[in-house]
């Protein structure tokens, strides 16, 4: 068991001697040498358009409120398509649905879509016509 600690302790204190043949290599080329490679091309795209959907909820001003209402209110009387965006609770992010208001309830300041979707109008945070 001495031995080897002598043998490890001579490693270990040993000089260094750089080779007179070959050249040291210089550091940048020693990190890119350990640098991560490209196997997931695309992924930080992907990442970055999951960041994006993941967002905070986004509270608008009463202007704003206004003319979604009167575009949802446009919809209902012209029976016209259009895209809302909101923020699904449920799942934490913006999403979109394409589709006809029914109704409108200004008590509860809920849409409902034709095919019994409900939305509450503080979750809405885009509305326009297809």
């Given at each position: 068991?001495?031995n080897r600690e002598h043998l490890r302790e001579?490693?270990?204190?040993?000089?260094?001697i750089p080779a007179r043949n070959h050249p040291?290599?210089?550091?940048?080329?020693?990190?890119?040498?350990?640098?991560?490679?490209?196997?997931?091309?695309?992924?930080?795209?992907?990442?970055?358009?999951?960041?994006?959907?993941?967002?905070?909820?986004?509270?608008?001003?009463?202007?704003?409120?206004?003319?979604?209402?009167?575009?949802?209110?446009?919809?209902?009387?012209?029976?016209?398509?259009?895209?809302?965006?909101?923020?699904?609770?449920?799942?934490?992010?913006?999403?979109?649905?394409?589709?006809?208001?029914?109704?409108?309830?200004?008590?509860?300041?809920?849409?409902?879509?034709?095919?019994?979707?409900?939305?509450?109008?503080?979750?809405?945070?885009?509305?326009?016509?297809?």
């Amino acid at each position: 068991m001495k031995n080897r600690e002598h043998l490890r302790e001579e490693l270990v204190n040993k000089e260094y001697i750089p080779a007179r043949n070959h050249p040291r290599m210089p550091r940048t080329k020693r990190a890119t040498q350990f640098a991560p490679f490209a196997a997931l091309t695309g992924f930080e795209q992907e990442v970055a358009l999951i960041r994006e959907k993941y967002q905070r909820k986004r509270y608008l001003d009463q202007a704003a409120q206004t003319q979604i209402w009167t575009l949802l209110t446009q919809s209902v009387t012209e029976h016209r398509p259009l895209v809302i965006e909101y923020f699904n609770e449920a799942v934490g992010y913006y999403d979109e649905v394409t589709g006809v208001v029914t109704n409108l309830d200004n008590r509860r300041q809920e849409c409902i879509l034709a095919n019994k979707q409900v939305m509450y109008l503080e979750n809405i945070g885009g509305v326009w016509f297809r």
